[in-house]
């Protein structure tokens, strides 16, 4: 929140890499509502531990616990590859790439001008196999800024993929140079539809930076 992400030296950028793949893994499995028997856990289940000393007269010799099963979180990204984001682009790619492997149910998208699916290009089994993939599937990489039309093409020709169960994760510096109209009605619908749209802008720690 209070620093440019181009501004990371070498060391902070290592640092970040690392909080990446810890952020993923804990991303990629929420508590749910939903409750089971365990070992050792959170709450005691008064239900069982009642069941279990009816059969000893009554007599409470064992506690019966019980934690929140995981809830596996269903995640879109919707990176912008454009030319404004290319300073950014290495700490990106590593985010996309430790999200994409920390998930078994995501799917990742990146646009400039256009939009392209890239999931299975970045389970490719190594990061430098990922970046290979990604420079032959997407042609308008460092290209120009569409985020509302692209947004708009994600919603018309993905719709299944985003539901109250989804987290939808727009990457992007929000430099748009299409219709500010077009983009404000793709996130309002996005919003509708998704349990949690989040925005995250590698400007926001810039000085004097506005949307």
Known sequence: RRQDFASFGEEELRAVTTLARRIARRLSARPGRRW???????????????????????????????????RRTRLVILADVSGSMDLY????????????????????????TRLSRVTDELRAPGYRAALGNLSDRVQDWSGGTRIGESLSAFLSSWPRLVDRRTVVVVLSDGWETGDPDVLGEALALLHRRAGRLVWLNPLLGSPGYEP
Do not use: D, I, P
């Open 36 to 70: 089971k028997l365990s070992r050792r856990g959170e709450q005691v289940s008064l239900r069982r531990t009642l069941r279990e000393a009816l059969k000893t007269g009554g007599e409470l010799s064992t506690l019966t616990w019980r934690r929140r099963k995981l």
């Open 89 to 112: 682009a290495r700490l990106l790619l590593q985010f996309l790439y430790a999200l994409q492997n920390a998930f078994s149910r995501v799917e990742t998208f990146v646009f400039a």
